[in-house]
T-cell receptor, first 113, second 113 residues
Framework: GAGVSQSPSNKVTEKGKDVELRCDPI?????LYWYRQSLGQGLEFLIY????????KSGLPSDRFSAERTGGSVSTLTIQRTQQEDSAVYLC???????????FGPGTRLLVL | AQSVTQLDSQVPVFEEAPVELRCNYS??????LFWYVQYPNQGLQLLLK??????LVESINGFEAEFNKSQTSFHLRKPSVHISDTAEYFC???????????FGTGTRLLVSP
């Protein structure tokens, strides 16, 4: 079946603007993760949704970052008042609950000017 | 907390030569270990994983990794590399029962003719 998809693939925005990044997990996968890949910080965990449980937000770098997951499927990562240091590739992954293997999407490359 | 160290940021090798990409981890609890590969302009793909049982795990394309608990290592090896193995390789760890991945900084494998 289809893999994890993310949109947009590239996003250029101006400092101070809000952006929304979308993730469509693999059908049937109830666990969803967001990671960030940047030159200075490598690959970092941001947030984890597991079924109907409260999300693990421990990796969100500031209160400008938030994420939601509607209907247990699609997820949106929102960055408010973007800063240049937010420039990175944002990766989404999904897995079956209790499964160790995460399947990654192609990422959204965000550039904040 | 867990951490992963990949000491080599870049490893250049000639085609058909053997290669070892090093990974050491730190954790006070039991962990699962993973190697992910990122080909140019593509997303992360799982290469192999150690969950339990045999400490030697293999991938379908000839890579293998050995979990060494006493040395807290999970080095990746291939006896003979191909040009197509050129990619960035990430070692990752998660606590058993918890699915947040902690990644190393990655090792870029450059295979030349």
């Amino acid at each position: 079946g289809a893999g994890v998809s993310q949109s947009p693939s590239n996003k250029v925005t101006e400092k101070g603007k809000d952006v929304e990044l979308r993730c469509d997990p693999i059908s049937g996968h109830t666990a969803l993760y967001w990671y960030r890949q940047s030159l200075g910080q490598g690959l970092e965990f941001l947030i984890y949704f597991q079924g109907n449980s409260a999300p693990d937000k421990s990796g969100l770098p500031s209160d400008r970052f938030s994420a939601e997951r509607t209907g247990g499927s699609v997820s949106t990562l929102t960055i408010q008042r973007t800063q240049q240091e937010d420039s990175a590739v944002y990766l989404c992954a999904s897995s079956l609950i209790g499964a160790e293997t995460q399947y990654f999407g192609p990422g959204t490359r965000l550039l904040v000017l | 907390a867990q951490s992963v160290t990949q000491l080599d940021s870049q490893v250049p090798v000639f085609e058909e030569a053997p290669v070892e990409l090093r990974c050491n981890y730190s954790s006070s609890v039991s962990v699962y270990l993973f190697w992910y590969v990122q080909y140019p302009n593509q997303g992360l793909q799982l290469l192999l994983k150690y969950l339990s049982g045999s400490t030697l795990v293999e991938s379908i394309n000839g890579f293998e990794a050995e979990f060494n608990k006493s040395q807290t290592s999970f080095h990746l090896r291939k006896p003979s590399v191909h040009i197509s193995d050129t990619a960035e390789y990430f070692c990752a760890v998660s606590r058993t029962g918890f699915q947040k991945l902690v990644f190393g900084t990655g090792t870029r494998l450059l295979v030349s003719p």
